[in-house]
């Protein structure tokens, strides 16, 4: 009876060491971001002086100090990580070149962000992978096979950048970046401020920010790249967003082409990496016209190759316009000696912006299906 007892005890103690994992293991993560203010160059700087970012869980969230930086979609800065699930954003910014205020009113779709914050891209093959691969990972069920297939190194990203991009007009554009993979989230109109009073408050904080005033920034500016830029239209990044569906075919004339990985960036910002299955076996689907490609075959063992194709927005966008609403295929096809490649856009020639191929060295490149 008493060694029942015992066994009784300790069951009952062991229960209850064991209900603050199971907690753990069923509560959610609560997304980690870094924040990027981008534009499409220098020239249209940007200078936030009021921001929030509204987040589910209630946590204050906001951009980094100063003005916007680098290029489409991608500022090249990182600021402090900010907690929580992004579900809007509420902005008040100086256009530089513009000479004028905007304030942008921003809701992001709630469940779609849910999602989209738990999901996890692949950018490569894990090492000891022995089934298909997914396109992502959903961490809100699968965290733990995350941790296990980035365990001897990176191979996926979870959401990790809300990136701005400022444009002309008000125009502005969100990103969710997963480390090199970005998406587009939705395009917003800011409006212009016109109230005097709120003018006021803003030239204060943007005093107070920059030490200089709003008549010596745009000065500087306008002296800098002239004033023709104040008259820029939003038309081109606008266009840039527009999607086709188009198939992309990576061929060769060697008969022993391996293709592995294939990284796209797109003119709209996106940014994309195929692995197997997805690209040995293309389908059409709704895509940006690409900027620039960067793909890497095998064609025997030990002939591992790195291959780019940057490309020509108004060449491809012409070719498309012939039929916006059908499917289209653009081939790049390599020749036999992998010294040379040809593009292709519904079988029509396309002479490309640049490209070049090179033979990889050592084994950094190895795949799962590579030559042994």
């Known amino acids: 009876m008493v060694n029942m007892k015992k066994k009784i005890s300790y069951i009952i103690i062991l229960s209850l060491g064991l209900l603050p994992i199971a907690s753990c293991q069923k509560k959610e993560v609560m997304p980690e971001f870094h924040v990027q203010i981008s534009h499409p160059d220098n020239k249209y700087q940007v200078t936030p002086v009021k921001d929030y970012i509204l987040t ?125 993979t970005r998406i587009e989230l939705a395009r917003y109109q800011a409006e212009l401020v016109k109230d005097e009073k709120l003018i006021k408050e803003y030239e204060d904080r943007l005093v107070a920010m920059s030490y200089l005033s709003r008549a010596k920034l745009y000065e500087i500016q306008k002296k800098i790249y002239g004033e023709e830029t104040a008259k820029a239209t939003p038309e081109r990044w606008d266009n840039y967003r527009k999607k086709y569906k188009l198939k992309v075919v990576i061929s060769s004339e060697n008969k022993g082409f391996r293709v592995f990985r294939i990284s796209t960036e797109y003119f709209n910002g996106e940014k994309r990496i195929s692995l197997c299955p997805y690209m040995t076996s293309p389908k059409a689907e709704e895509q940006a016209i690409p900027e620039m490609m960067r793909f890497i075959f095998e064609t025997a063992k030990g002939a591992s190759y790195n291959c780019k194709v940057f490309f020509d927005w108004d060449k491809l966008h012409t070719i498309l316009e012939k039929n916006p609403t059908g499917e289209h295929t653009l081939e790049v096809k390599l020749n036999a000696t992998s010294t040379d490649l040809e593009v292709f856009l519904d079988g029509e020639p396309i002479k490309t912006e640049g490209q070049y191929i090179r033979e990889n060295e050592g084994n950094f490149y190895i795949f799962r299906d590579s030559y042994k």
Not at 98 to 107: N, Q, R, T
């Open 56 to 180: 589910l869980e209630g946590t204050p969230a906001g951009l980094p100090y100063g003005s916007s930086s680098g290029r489409w979609a991608d500022s090249g800065a990182r600021w402090t990580e900010q907690l929580g699930t992004p579900i809007g954003a509420d902005i008040v910014y100086y256009s530089d070149y513009e000479d004028v205020f905007y304030h942008l009113k921003a809701d992001f779709p709630v469940d779609y962000m849910k999602e989209m914050t738990q999901r996890a891209y692949f950018i490569y093959e894990p090492k000891t992978f022995q089934t298909e691969i997914p396109e992502y990972i959903n961490l809100k069920e699968k965290r733990s096979y995350f941790s296990q297939v980035n365990l001897t190194g990176t191979v996926c990203n979870e959401f990790d950048n809300l990136i701005f991009g400022f444009a002309p007009k008000g125009m502005v554009v969100v990103w969710l970046g997963y480390g090199p």
